[in-house]
């Protein structure tokens, strides 16, 4: 059974660097223990364990492998690949399926081998890098934004926030778009359309004026990409009239999508901002002109850190910064958010929502499409880990529609949107759904009291063996208590209270 919660969490292989070449592969005879490792990571636990053999390789072992690691001793290996097979395994009651027919999607009526493709960034910015996501499983890349502008980038250009275990959670960049020429841009669209023909080519551009919009648009049509993004949404390219200042004007999206319309023949995709308060406007305003899909969300407006000895925000470019564009998993919630919002508008019925904002694992596209996305675009994690990262996304996405009898991964596009509120107002608030303590997990530390008493209902207490009780009289079901322990060892009670 596909679980919610993982068994092993990223905190059990905390000190796992998810080495490039990893020794621990050329180590260990039996087994290739990075790409289990990388499994665990992205929370493809279950594929992990059911590629194991039928008797646990590490059982008589040594552990070269750990002692091959970059940080010796440190990743407890053998551990983490046995209790794939001890915890993980015995849950699995689907075998992984032997094709990736159940991905096969399309964007605009334009087939995908899958719903992952490379979002428009340094990720997708010349044929080699392209050429080895196509070769790596990724079903197509969404360019980096073609325009006739004059790019210089700024050095440094990248920021980031990080999490607890040291990987970036939000990152900012102050990146602008392809420094290539129009000429080579379109040399780089025939290459890799002779190349990979099967690959979807999604051209992002940037135009001036309705000229260059159509004009842009015209060329990338005639050099191979199977559609066109229209970038309404770039945060780092306001001056002058462009990126997210068209995107924040409606009349503006209109006029340009038709612009772009006027001179192709393939499907258009509007890309909008975040950084408004409702996408919908926007959105009507490019159906209007003529667009056959939206693709969100781009970059939030950002600061990221200050420098407290200097003052200056980061990146910090000789002693100046700007406000850039903020990704990563940090930016899902509210990429979510809008992705429903576009999802639940009857106004935009039968529009392609190419969807992207902090995907990194399979549940995380999953959540998207489950929201009205239709494809999937990344760009954050990829530069975090790299293309690899494709043969999770996939096999999870693969084994999770097979155990619940999906025939395809479009039978899924919009599930979640019926039981999406845009307020809380219509919420049931009769009753208590209480916690329930799993006595053997729990390690005694307490952090569940100090949270419900400072910040909840001082509906908990430890007892003198320092486990956890409930005064069901004063909990009111916020679930704070399981959003905080360490060790997952709360979760719901089956059963709901119902109130006086």
Known sequence: MIQTNPLIL???????????????????????????????????????????????????????????????????????????????????????????????????????????????????????????????????????????????????????????????????????????????????????????????????????????????????????????????????????????????????????????????????????????????????????GGADGIAAINTIKSVVGVDLHTFVSAPAVHGHSAVGGYSGNAVKPIALRFIAELGKNPQLAGMHLSAMGGIETWQDGLEFLLLGGGSLQVTTAVMQYGYRIIDDLKAGLNLYLREKGFSSVKDVIGQGLDSLNQTTDVLERDSVLFPRFIEEKCIGCGRCVISCADGGHQAITLDAERRPRLNGGKCVGCHLCILVCPQKAIVPAKKRIHRG
């Open 10 to 288: 990223r905190s059990d292989m905390i000190r796992c660097a998810l080495c490039a070449d990893a020794p621990c592969d050329n180590a260990c005879g039996r087994l290739q223990p990075a790409g289990l490792l990388r499994s665990i990571w992205f929370r493809n636990e279950q594929t992990a364990a059911l590629k194991l053999p039928e008797e646990n390789p590490c059982a008589d072992c040594d552990a070269p492998c750990e002692k091959a690691c970059v940080r010796p001793g440190e990743v407890k290996i053998r551990s983490l690949i046995s209790r794939l097979e001890t915890q993980v395994r015995p849950i699995c009651e689907t075998p992984l399926p032997e094709t990736e027919e159940c991905l096969r999607c399309d964007l605009c009526g334009i087939p995908l081998e899958n719903p992952f493709l490379l979002s428009s960034s340094v990720v997708a910015s010349t044929y080699d890098m392209c050429a080895r996501a196509f070769e790596a499983g990724w079903a197509g890349a969404c360019f980096k934004t073609i325009c006739s502008l004059d790019i210089r980038e700024a050095s440094p250009r990248f920021s980031a926030i990080e999490g607890n275990d040291g990987s970036i959670i939000g990152f900012k960049n102050i990146e602008q778009l392809s420094d290539h020429s129009v000429a080579e841009n379109m040399e780089i669209f025939r290459r890799l359309k002779k190349n990979y023909p099967t690959k979807f080519i999604l051209a992002s551009i940037m135009g001036q004026n309705d000229e260059e919009w159509g004009e842009l648009a015209r060329l990338c049509e005639e050099n191979g990409a199977d559609a066109v993004e229209l970038n309404f949404s770039c945060p780092n390219m306001a001056e002058g009239g462009l990126g997210s200042d068209i995107g924040q004007v409606p009349e503006l999206v209109e006029r340009f999508t038709a612009a772009a319309k006027r001179g192709c023949g393939i499907p258009v995709l509007a890309k909008l901002t975040p950084n408004v308060a409702t996408m919908s406007e926007a959105a009507e305003a490019a159906r209007r």
